[in-house]
Structures are given as C-alpha cells and as structure tokens.
C-alpha cells in the first residue's frame, strides 16, 4: 500500500475505498447496500484473520465516510472505535518518526472524538444521469487528431474513421456505451462513407510484434468506448460521414469482442493513433470488398438490432418435444458476402424457449445460447471460447415460411457482461432450412448450464 503522508486518506487503500463508496452511493443504493457492497469488493483486507494495518485502515476509513454522510452503521462504528480505543490503529506508526507518530496520533483522536459525537442528518447523493450515447448502429463517423500527441506523432489534423456496430448499456452505471469498429485508413482529407467498404479493419490488439497474432488469428476489432458525457467529445472533431446498415467482409475475417478491450473516450487519439502506427505496414489483415455499387438492401430488409421470435415446425423438433415453441434471436450485424452478391444476417439466439410470442424486452433478461456443441462444458468457461453468434447463408424471402417468424421490434441497446465473450468465425455459416435443428440441439444441449452469461 503507497503512504505519502499521516492523514486517513494519505494511501492508496483509503482513496480506492472512497472510490467505491462514493460510487455506490451516486448508483442511487441504499446505504445497507453501499456498506455491504464496499466490504465485499475489500473482503480479502477488511475480513482477513490477521488484522493488519491494511485492515484497521480501511475500516477506519468507511467509518469516516459513512459519519461524514451520516449514514454510520452500529457494525461499522464497534469496529473502529475497537481499534482507536486499544490503541491497534496507532501500533504500525510506532517506527515512524516521532514527527508522524504525532501527526497521526492526532489524526486518529480527531477521528475517535468525531464518531462520537452526534452524527449529522443523512446527506442526500445527487445521482448523476447515466450517459446514454445518440450514435446509432451503422454510424460511421471520421475522427480529426488535434491533440498534442498526434502532433508528436507527426499525424496531427489526420483524420481516421470508425462505424459504431453495437451499442452496450452498461450494468454498472446503467450507462449506454457505444462499440465501434475502426478502420486501418488515415488521410489528412475528409472521406465519405465509402471508405469502410475500400478499407480494412484495424485491429485493437495493442502489441509490439504484429505478425505473432496473424499466425493464431486471434486479433480484436472491437474498441469499447467509455464516454462519461456529452461534453467530451469536442466539437470541431467529430464528423457524421453517414449510416452503413451492412458491413462487406471476406469470409476469413475473425472478430472478437471482450470487455478488456474498453478504453476511455479522452484517450481516443493515443489508443487510434497507436494501433494504426502498429499494423500499418502489416499485411494480410483481413480487408473488405472494394466495389461499394455490390452493395444492395437483403430483400426481406432486416435492420441491426431486429428482434424475432421463430416458432420451432420441423418433424426434427416434434421429436425433440420442442414442436410450436418459440425460441428468440436479434440482428447484431450484416455481412456482404462477395462470392454470392448478397447479405448475410448475423444473429445472436436467446436461450428462452416459450410456449406464447414472447415482447422484445424479454432479452434483457435472458442469457445468450452458445452456438457451439457442448463438449466439456469447463473447457470454454476456463477459456472464455464460448460463441454466440451464427452466420445465416444467402437468403431470399422464399427462404422464411411465413408465420413461423415474427417481428417483435427493435432493440439497439444490449446488456453488457464482463464475462461474455463472443466471436464470428467462418466455420459457423449456416443454411436458413437447418437452423431450426441446430438451434434445437444447442438448446437441449445448454440449458441447464448456469454459467452461461448475458
């Protein structure tokens, strides 16, 4: 633990505990909850059998906050007068310097006195609006360097380019977050939308040996971005270029999405500029088709974010015991695929199976179905390899028996999961006819798993 000084919050411990605190308190929790949610995230310090310094300080620190709120727990308050009055919270400055044996001996006296006098009326927390990001999915957006960095870096008033492909809300804060990809361009021109279908991704992998991650194919594309508010994103450098609803990719393209991939917006420029400086000259990364006239709506027109239910007909699901249940999925992307001049929906299931048509609303509620068959179910929790999503291969609108699939609405938003990984690979490219049966068998195969995440 850093010290710097004799005050309470003069550690590193101290501050962390005030962060949380404070924290809990702004998600509007009740102070039951704050209390017993701080102790957990410190149980290993705070609920230790050998009671050290750590220990003492970080009680004698969430009863301070909690007095100085007025919201001071019996629990709380035995603890560190228990300490203050033996005389433990002073024992580990003893080989201190009599200068800060002092200091801190005053410090701990103040404290005492203070927990036991009357302790003000509970204070009332503003609970600060949760930013809800306006970007859409398919926004494409060109992005002006004008920070000193780039200027260092010899880029400044560059511009680079990104598309916003999911749009994540967030279960802590309750926080709508955008997920973006961004492509491996810079030019010190404005563009139009068209670059995203000339260009390729630029991976967000941050690595010092590029090549390395080509031979594994294991490279991120996804950038989480955390905007705390309106206000930081700066005008003057920001540019709407349009909406793209489908994104052209060559079949051998991998996409990985995880939360350790999450970045601050204020750091937007040091986190574009490092990547692409880093596989610029890298070649053989997966690129996109080059001819954006290819591009036509999928003749049944669905959108990014579409939610429907299917309702289970085949002779396959009859014998499953499965017959005329619903099952859910939602449209997270749309996939050109060049050899056969059409697009591919990608979809993510829902593991819900109903006997009604069920609203939208009910896949904020319910975990992802993996798309993977279940093997040794410890394998892909141990290593996070769990896929969710499937590839639907050409389709026209012959493709879909009527009455079997209903429209339920529209859903952006998703609910994010620290926990939940989940890929597009090629190998899961599936025909519109044998989905049912796929779905059917991941289903029985997954549902009594609990450590599937959503």
């Known amino acids: 633990m850093g010290t710097w000084g004799t005050g309470l919050y003069s550690n590193d411990l101290a501050l962390d505990l005030k962060g949380t605190y404070m924290r809990l308190l702004k998600e509007g929790k009740t102070k039951e909850e704050v209390e017993r949610l701080t102790i957990e995230q410190y149980e290993d310090t705070m609920e230790c059998e050998d009671e050290d310094d750590e220990t003492i300080d970080a009680w004698l620190v969430l ?22 009055e033996t005389g433990k919270a002073l024992e ?10 002092k200091n801190r001996e005053q410090v701990l006296e103040q404290l005492r006195e203070k927990l036991l006098s009357p302790m003000p009326a509970e204070k009332k927390i503003r609970v600060p609006k949760p930013y809800e990001c306006e970007w859409k999915l398919g926004d494409v957006f060109a992005y002006q360097f004008t920070s000193d960095y780039s200027k260092e870096k010899g880029v400044e008033n560059h511009y680079m380019v990104f598309r916003v492909i ?29 670059v995203i279908y000339k260009e390729c991704l630029l991976p967000s992998t941050g690595i010092k040996h590029p090549e ?34 489908a994104i052209s990719v060559i079949p051998q393209q991998k996409r990985y999405t995880n939360e350790g991939g999450m970045f601050l917006y204020k ?60 099952i859910l999925f939602r449209v997270i992307e749309l996939l050109w695929d060049k050899e056969k001049d059409c697009i591919n929906p990608v979809i993510e299931v829902y593991q819900w199976l109903g ?30 390899r769990l896929n969710y999503n499937m590839i639907l291969d050409t389709m026209d ?25 989940h890929k597009t690979i090629e190998d899961h490219l599936y025909e519109w006819k044998s989905i049912e049966n796929v779905i059917v068998d991941r289903y029985l195969e997954w549902k009594d798993v609990d450590f599937i995440t959503y």
């Open 63 to 84: 009863a301070d906050l909690e007095w100085k709120y007025g919201r001071l727990s019996e629990r709380v308050k035995a603890r560190a007068l228990g300490y203050l």
């Open 92 to 101: 580990a400055w003893e080989e201190c310097s009599k200068s800060d044996y």
């Open 166 to 194: 999911q749009l994540v809300r967030s279960k802590s804060d309750n926080s709508i977050q955008p997920v973006v990809q961004v492509y491996k361009w810079m030019g010190k021109e404005l563009p139009g939308l068209d």
């Open 212 to 245: 390395g991650y080509l031979k594994l194919k294991s490279i991120a594309y996804e950038w989480n971005i955390d905007i705390s508010s309106k206000r930081q994103i700066k005008k003057g450098s920001l540019f709407y270029l349009g909406n793209s609803p």
């Open 267 to 326: 750091w937007i420029e040091e986190y574009f500029i490092d990547r692409y400086l880093v596989w610029k000259d890298v070649e053989n990364i997966p690129s996109h088709i080059d001819e954006q006239e290819h591009m036509r709506p999928n003749t049944y027109q669905w959108r990014l974010g579409d939610v429907f239910a299917y309702k289970f007909n085949t002779e396959y699901s009859k014998e499953k015991g499965l017959l005329n249940k619903y």
């Open 355 to 384: 006997d009604e048509v069920p609203s939208s609303e009910i896949i904020k509620q319910t975990p992802l179905l993996p798309m993977m068959p279940l093997e040794d179910p410890s394998k892909y929790v141990e290593n996070q």
């Open 397 to 421: 609108e012959a493709d879909i028996e009527k009455g079997n699939l209903i429209y339920l609405g529209r859903e952006e938003v998703i609910i994010s999961c620290s926990k939940q990984i």
